[in-house]
């Protein structure tokens, strides 16, 4: 059985990943320095701890396990915290990313599937957002996701690396058998802060800004189910191993819902009310995130199946509540 190495195996979409290619029948053997990881999370295949600007660690663990393939996860994540602090971001997202690159080629693993996002896009206005649709990230997250998609393209001139880059719209809910789920610290996506606000596990959720150009005054976002989202990486180490080269797909359906849709599907899933307040906006957010493109679908062969918003919420909600939050 072929291992793959999974960095961020530790961490929310990373660890559905790990569960998806171990039912595939592959190993994947989870590379995580911890920091925005849990350890208790590894539980489909090996676990070696250690960080991505680490370069004698990593090719340790590229000799000891030989993988055929990297699915590389591991990064900073959010926005806000990319707004304020832009030089980790480059230094974890990009330097930490380049570290990785240059033991996988010099280790002679040229399969590469990269997690990007559709922050890498910006603010278009009445643009569909394709695969060709200009990059102008607003923020140094999705700046720094760009920078990697950039060195991806060089070392496949210089080295042959292929690579299968994924851009992530927005991703939610949790494995259904809840074996593992989304858990941050600290938390900043709506679904699991809006769980927590229903749960009075914490404060209410705050409505970031309700003045944008949307029929709500809420920012739209696609959201894919995290289950849906990692059976696509599966298809995409299949889709290397078959040797049909670097492409990059999005990740969405092509359906937008507002935060006040978020919140009002919700309220019917869970049947509990939520508390929320309005908010100012919040620095770096784009008006609107919606996949205008199904390439995932026609030459993949990738199907979602469990990404409506009820199941996602339903998902993440039999998630919330194994207790799994109270760490
Ligand atoms: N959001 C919000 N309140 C929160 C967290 C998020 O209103 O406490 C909004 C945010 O402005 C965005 C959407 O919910 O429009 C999704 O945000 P999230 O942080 O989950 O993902 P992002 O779109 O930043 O990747």
Known sequence: MAHILVTGGAGYIGSHACKALERAGYIPVTYDNLVTGWQDAVKFGPFEQGDLND?????EVFAKYQPAAVMHFAALSQVGEAMSQPGRYWANNVGGSLTLIEAAVAAGCLDFVFSSTCATYGEH???????????????????????????????????????????????????????????????????????????GKRDA?????????????????????VCDLVDAHVLGLKWLE?????????????????????????????NREVPYSIGPRRAGDCTKLVSGSNRATTELGWTPTRSTMQQMIADAWRWHQTGHYDR
């Open 242 to 270: 078959e040797g049909k080269g670097s492409e990059v797909f999005n990740l969405g359906t092509g359906t937008g819902f507002s935060v006040m849709e978020v919140i009002e599907q919700s309220r019917t899933v869970t």
């Open 125 to 199: 206005d009445n643009v569909v957002l394709d695969e060709n649709t200009t990059q102008l990230p607003l923020n140094a997250y999705g700046a720094s996701k760009r920078g990697v998609e950039n060195i991806l393209r060089d070392f496949e001139m210089a080295y042959g690396l292929r690579s299968v880059i994924f851009r992530y719209f927005n991703v939610a809910g949790a494995d259904p058998e809840a074996e593992v789920g989304e858990f941050h610290q600290p938390e900043t996506h709506l679904v699991p802060l809006m769980l927590d606000a229903i749960d």
């Open 55 to 59: 370069r004698s660690r990593l090719d």
């Open 205 to 225: 959720l705050t409505v970031f800004g309700t003045d944008y150009d949307t029929p709500d005054g809420t920012c739209i976002r696609d959201y894919v189910h």
